[in-house]
């Protein structure tokens, strides 16, 4: 199972803009629903966005609707997180995840450590205000 390899990422002031990637398995990419969350230090995991494996229902935390967009390039193997007006509460590290579903998703984060192959490094977005 070819891991998931998150990339972009990095250093934006609040209001800008920031990407993040996610390359997944070209064989299994698309049956999934893929998904980010993201865990500030002395906070817990915590969903963001999803999107199902036909790139169509997509999901969003309250607190990113609005600012964040996600999509799903079966052609590229990638799902993207495109990050706008950011805020410094949005600093975390940000993991790419997949699962059959948003709720499979979900069951995936509660898990420690979550089954291998589903669940990314993780990439630093860092917000300064």
């Known amino acids: 199972q070819v891991p998931l390899r998150e990339s972009g990422g990095g250093l934006a002031q609040a209001g800008g803009s920031l990407r993040v990637s996610c390359a997944g398995d070209p064989r299994t990419f698309h049956v999934y629903t893929m998904g980010w969350f993201r865990q500030a230090p002395g906070s817990e995991r915590e969903f963001v966005s999803a999107?199902?494996?036909?790139?169509?229902?997509?999901y969003y935390a309250d607190s990113v609707k609005g600012r964040f967009s996600i999509s799903k390039d079966d052609a590229e193997n990638t799902v993207h997180l495109q990050m706008d007006n950011l805020k410094p509460e949005d600093t975390a590290i940000y993991y790419c995840?997949?699962?059959?579903?948003?709720?499979?998703?979900?069951?995936?984060?509660?898990?420690?450590?979550?089954?291998?192959?589903?669940w990314g490094q993780g990439i630093q977005v860092t917000v300064s205000s």
């Open positions: 999107v199902d494996r036909n790139g169509i229902t997509k």
């Open positions: 995840a997949r699962g059959s579903s948003k709720e499979g998703l979900l069951s995936i984060a509660r898990m420690t450590p979550p089954p291998l192959g589903s």
